[in-house]
């Protein structure tokens, strides 16, 4: 239980913090190109994808086999005759399947954050320029300040998302116990017919994503206001 209890502690401050920066970043990028709806039609694709086969994908990507790997191949092109096993059941391989919920929840954060960038009113930006602002100013100093509210439940929902992630964890490494988080653990008590530890885990989750997702709903509330 500690273990999965740590695991689910780093998906939690790893994968929204990393999923909304990488959308935030997307989101000011993509608006500056010409080409611009095509670059978030890709990067919001994986939203169309479940975790389930955006699990298969990552599979190949990190399988071992230097013929089928995507990692192993590239290795294999800098001379490596043998590929490496990249998820071998140590906890540091859980930032290896955070990368697929990353990958996923990206596009989500994007598409948020570049309708709140759209809203910073035109009057502040131009004053900013005229006072000397360069362009990494502006966009940290004017818009990122000003759609604070946004990122915040942007971040909070992901983190309601990732407490109860059940599928990536239980596609890609369920035979390691090292790798398990709080719902992987919870069906596998569940299936092994120890419902009270498989309750008492569900009740822990439910603990854990609770406040969490009251704060989200009056952060929300405060931004329609």
């Excluded at 994986?46 to 699990?55: K, Q, R, Y």
């Excluded at 005229?130 to 604070?148: L, R």
């Excluded at 309601?160 to 964890?169: A, E, H, N, S, T």
């Excluded at 596998?188 to 009251?214: C, E, H, K, Q």
Aim: hydrophobic share 55%; aromatic share 12%; charged share 15%.
């Amino acid at each position: 239980f500690r273990v999965a209890l740590l695991n689910n502690m780093l998906w939690v401050l790893v994968v929204p913090a990393a999923s909304t920066f990488f959308g935030l970043i997307a989101a000011q990028l993509t608006d500056r190109l010409s080409w611009g709806n095509i670059a978030k039609s890709l990067i919001f694709m994986p939203m169309a994808i479940s975790f389930v086969g955006a699990s298969l994908i990552w599979s190949f990507v990190y399988h071992p086999d230097i013929e089928i790997g995507v990692i192993n191949a590239i290795r294999g092109l800098f001379g490596a005759e043998e590929g490496v096993t990249l998820i071998d059941g140590e906890i540091v391989d859980s930032f290896l399947l955070m990368v697929v919920l990353i990958w996923i929840q990206t596009g989500f954060a994007m598409v948020i954050l570049s309708a709140a960038l759209r809203g910073v009113p035109e009057e502040t930006i131009e004053a900013a320029i005229i006072d000397g602002a360069n362009s990494f100013d502006v966009f940290f100093k004017i818009k990122v300040p000003q759609i604070m509210g946004t990122i915040v439940v942007v971040w909070t929902t992901i983190t309601i998302l990732v407490l109860k992630v059940y599928d990536i964890v239980a596609a890609m490494g369920n035979q390691y116990r090292n790798l398990e988080i709080l719902p992987t653990q919870m069906m596998r008590y569940f299936d092994g017919g120890n419902y009270g530890f498989a309750t008492a885990i569900s009740v822990v989750i439910m603990i854990l994503v609770l406040p969490v997702m009251v704060w989200n709903i009056r952060q929300a509330r405060a931004e329609t206001r």
